[in-house]
């Protein structure tokens, strides 16, 4: 006995689900053949962070205030960063002064005086060694000191490694400076400069800009704050882009389509509804969240619809429930 009740209880069961899902789709399909669908409005919201650190100087936006597309809302103080814009510059004007005094190599005059070296080493070589052969005959007769003929050979060894040395100058004067240091003095140019690009990008984030269009829902510091990298000092709704967020029941899903053109009507202007196009259907399905209005439909598996609004304007508010007409099928 105690079976068949429990059967009869989920027969019932069976029954009643039957009747209210065919009660969703009697709602959301009406007589003329459109389908009425019920959403809310999804405005999206961006965080406007600064990259660098430093003390708020200024915050341009109260709460409530429209912003545009890269109007300056905040600033941070931008001593520190001017003074690493001067020294990266500074460094990069020497770095180009070194490369480009290698790239002309020697000068005219420091080939010339470097001959005239060679030239005087030279000389200073033919008197070293006629007084090297002097004292050599001196010293067989005993005229002169062991000493001394040894003094003048060594003075002779000397004077050919002046000679020597000065021929190398010579050469490397007129060859110029090495491909190597070339390449290092050029690689030393490239990174000063790098430092710089940094320096000065660092600069221009001392500047917080707005990167579209919106409205300030959250002024969350004040001037005076000192603020970190990534820290948030502003909530801004995008007013660009508005979107309705709505869903459609798996029977009905076959009616709706990405490009599809719906009107969205709101409570407070139902006599003229917005433009819209259907430009998301989420491939999966899920259960209806209890943010839409329809309590019949909170049972049932529905795939999620992102409609954007084409003509939006003030009056579409975060959140604010509408109801989303699909035109009948041709």
């Known amino acids: 006995?105690?079976?068949?009740?429990?059967?009869?209880?989920?027969?019932?069961?069976?029954?009643?689900?039957?009747?209210?899902?065919?009660?969703?789709?009697?709602?959301?399909?009406?007589?003329?053949?459109?389908?009425?669908?019920?959403?809310?409005?999804?405005?999206?919201?961006?965080?406007?962070?600064?990259?660098?650190?430093?003390?708020?100087?200024?915050?341009?936006?109260?709460?409530?205030?429209?912003?545009?597309?890269?109007?300056?809302?905040?600033?941070?103080?931008?001593?520190?960063?001017?003074?690493?814009?001067?020294?990266?510059?500074?460094?990069?004007?020497?770095?180009?002064?070194?490369?480009?005094?290698?790239?002309?190599?020697?000068?005219?005059?420091?080939?010339?005086?470097?001959?005239?070296?060679?030239?005087?080493?030279?000389?200073?070589?033919?008197?070293?060694?006629?007084?090297?052969?002097?004292?050599?005959d001196l010293v067989t007769r005993d005229i002169v000191a062991r000493q001394a003929f040894d003094d003048a050979r060594a003075a002779v060894e000397i004077a050919r490694g002046r000679v020597g040395a000065a021929e190398q100058t010579l050469s490397l004067a007129i060859q110029g400076p090495r491909r190597e240091d070339l390449d290092q003095a050029q690689a030393t140019l490239q990174a000063d400069e790098a430092a710089l690009a940094i320096a000065r990008h660092n600069l221009e984030r001392t500047r917080l800009t707005a990167p579209t269009a919106g409205i300030v829902l959250t002024r969350i510091v004040e001037p005076g704050t000192v603020v970190l990298p990534t820290s948030a000092v502003y909530t801004v709704a995008l007013t660009d882009q508005v979107w309705v967020r709505s869903y459609v029941p798996e029977p009905m899903l076959g009616r709706v389509r990405p490009g599809l053109a719906v009107r969205v009507v709101t409570d407070t202007r139902p006599d003229r509804p917005y433009a819209g196009v259907v430009g998301f259907v989420a491939p999966t399905a899920e259960f209806t969240p209890r943010t839409v209005e329809t309590p019949e439909l909170r049972t049932q598996l529905v795939y999620r619809l992102r409609i954007n609004v084409r003509d939006p304007d003030p009056a579409l508010r975060q959140g604010m429930p509408v109801t989303v007409l699909v035109p009948a099928e041709r």
Do not use: C, W
């Open 1 to 136: 006995m105690q079976v068949r009740r429990i059967a009869a209880a989920v027969a019932a069961a069976v029954v009643v689900a039957a009747v209210v899902y065919a009660r969703v789709i009697d709602r959301a399909a009406t007589g003329d053949g459109s389908l009425t669908l019920y959403g809310n409005v999804d405005i999206r919201q961006v965080d406007l962070a600064f990259n660098v650190s430093g003390r708020l100087a200024r915050m341009a936006k109260e709460e409530g205030d429209p912003v545009a597309a890269g109007e300056e809302v905040a600033r941070v103080e931008s001593d520190i960063y001017d003074h690493a814009v001067a020294l990266a510059s500074a460094r990069v004007a020497a770095s180009r002064a070194a490369y480009t005094r290698l790239q002309a190599g020697s000068r005219p005059e420091e080939i010339e005086l470097a001959r005239a070296q060679l030239a005087s080493e030279r000389a200073a070589l033919v008197n070293a060694q006629a007084v090297y052969e002097r004292r050599q």
